[in-house]
Every structure is written in C-alpha cells, then in structure tokens.
C-alpha cells in the first residue's frame, strides 16, 4: 500500500447509528434494562463486523484453492487434453491470491479465529465454475493486457456478481451470526476497498487489511454518547415528538419511529459537529430501511417542524466551518 493510500476502516457512522438503535430497541423491549450491558453489547457487535470482513477475505483466499484443485485434478484425468496438462494459470497466480497467499500474518488471524469455508467447498467450487463460463472470466483470461489492474477488477466480479449474491454464503454466515445480514453491505464494502488498494509495491504482511476504526476513541465516543444521551432524554423527546405529531398519541406512533426520531433529537441539541442535514438524511435513510414506507415521511415531516422550534429557542448549537446556518 502506498503511504499515501489513506488506511481502510470498516466502521463508520452510519454503520454506528444502525448498532446503537439495534441496542435502543433491545433496551426499550427489555424489562429492567441495564445500560452498561447493553452498551458492552453493543461493542461487542461491532467487534463482530471485523470477523465477518475476515470471512468475505478468506472466502477471496478460498477460490484460489478451489481454481488450484481444479486444475490440478484436470492433469490426473485418464485422458487428459493438451490443454489440461498446460492450463492457462492466470487466473490461479493473480496478483490479488498473491498477497493473500503471501501473508503468513492472514494465514494465522483466519486459524486462531478458526475462519474457514471448508463445509461450503463443494458449493463454492459450483460458483467457480459457473464463473468460468462467464463473459467476463473468459476475457480475463484472454486478453493481453496483463496487470494488477485487470487482476483486481477480476476478483471484484467475482465477489460482487457470484460470492456476494450467493444464498449458500449467505445462509451460512447467517448460521454464524444472525446480525451478520445487516453487517454484510459494510464488510463487502471495505473488502471492495481492499481489493482496490492492493498494489504492485505491495509488501508481505497484513497491511493491505482493513482496520476495524477509523479513529476508535472518536468513534467509541460517538456511539456511547449517543446510546446514552437517548436514553437519557428519551421521555422529554418522546413528549416534544407526540406534540410536534399532529394530535397523535404517543402510543399510536411506531416503536421504531419514535426510536430513530429520539435519536435524531439527541444528534441535533448534544453532537454540535454533526451538521442538521447530516442528522435528517441519516435518520430518513434508517427509517426506509427499518420501519414501514410511510415512516420516512412521517419522521421527515416531524422532525421539520422540531429543527424549526429547536433552532428557534436556541437549543441546536453547532459549531465549526459549514456547521453555522
């Protein structure tokens, strides 16, 4: 990696607000609910994000194994053809297996977390070669152009159009982790990323890996004071939402709506470096993907009116450059 190659990380705020309003609703569904425990709940999932990146990067290790066996089974044949006993090896020694394979730091992360694809090999080697009769692998493997450019673009279809999609995978990560559904958009993603950031220069260990934080103290900070704060405020929001709600009772307004709406109040009057419209996409965002289609609106339409009378009566104080409307 290039020293200006800024460090991948996995976690980043989104990804923070989806875990602290899974451990909202575990707090609020829960009978004398302890905050502590679930707040080392809650970090405990996120250290899970960085096991599920390791799956999707040893499942990457795995084809190459899986393209090597073939190949090496095809020169056993009784009968083999000229073409298997000289196999076009450019798919087995691209340079993206190289690192992986080359890493005896990765080699021994995956077997002391004992990540391994081996119940799901006969799977896989069907998702191999359904992708060697693909339009792409077929170019790949033609084509002159030979470079860690081609390499890499090769291995990102493969996870993104077969591995990624695959319900196999999927159901078995599940099996490992039932919060890994949710999670896998972030790991693929920053095993996209580290995909493209392995180079030429590339040098033999584990620093073409993602790390699990950008800034752990910030972002630890970030996500406690955030499940904290709702909780604290939770009543005093809950009353100002009802009467920004258009007559509608407490009670009648979705458990996850007014979860996500709290935490949006607590964004806008306690995290003065967070910009409102940075606040109002998010939570909009969070409400199309976990509650019911109309909620975007609803919570859209509220939350207006709060930022308003919030702004008005001075409790929304944002500092630094860009944050003073």
Avoid at 101 to 107: A, M, P, T, V
């Amino acid at each position: 990696m290039s020293s200006k190659q800024q460090k991948i990380s996995l976690v980043n705020r989104r990804y923070l607000r989806v875990k602290v309003f899974q451990s909202l609703y575990s707090y609020f569904r829960t009978e004398n609910p302890d905050l502590q425990k679930v707040e080392r709940q809650l970090f405990d999932s996120v250290n899970e994000l960085n096991y599920l990146y390791m799956y999707l990067v040893a499942l990457i290790k795995e084809m190459e194994s899986i393209a090597s066996e073939i190949l090496e089974a095809n020169k056993r044949k009784q009968l083999p053809s000229p073409d298997d006993l000289n196999p076009n090896m450019r798919f087995v020694e691209n340079r993206v297996f190289k690192v992986l394979k080359d890493s005896e730091e990765l080699g021994l992360i995956l077997e002391r977390a004992k990540i391994s694809w081996a119940e799901e090999h006969d799977d896989l080697r069907r998702v191999f070669k359904q992708f060697k009769t693909e339009d792409a692998f077929i170019l790949y493997m033609t084509r002159e152009e030979n470079n860690i450019q081609t390499d890499k673009a090769i291995i990102e279809v493969l996870f993104k159009e077969k591995l990624g999609l695959n319900e196999v995978i999927h159901s078995s990560l599940e099996e490992k982790n039932i919060f890994w559904r949710d999670d896998l958009p972030y790991a693929a993603l920053g095993l996209i990323k580290t995909i493209q950031g392995i180079s030429d220069e590339q040098k033999v260990g584990i620093g073409f890996l993602a790390d699990l934080y950008k800034d752990k103290k910030e972002d630890q900070s970030f996500a406690k004071e955030l499940l904290r704060k709702t909780v604290d405020f939770s009543s005093e929001y809950g009353e100002i939402i009802a009467a920004k709600s258009d007559n509608w009772e407490t009670e009648r307004i979705a458990l996850l709506d007014m979860m996500l709406m709290k935490m949006a109040l607590t964004e806008l009057e306690h995290f003065p470096t967070v910009p409102v419209k940075v606040t109002l996409n998010e939570y909009i965002e969070l409400a199309k993907i976990y509650s019911t289609p109309k909620s975007k609106y609803f919570i859209n339409g509220v939350l207006d009116k709060l930022v308003a009378e919030f702004k008005k009566t001075k409790r929304i104080d944002k500092r630094g450059r860009g944050l003073v409307e």
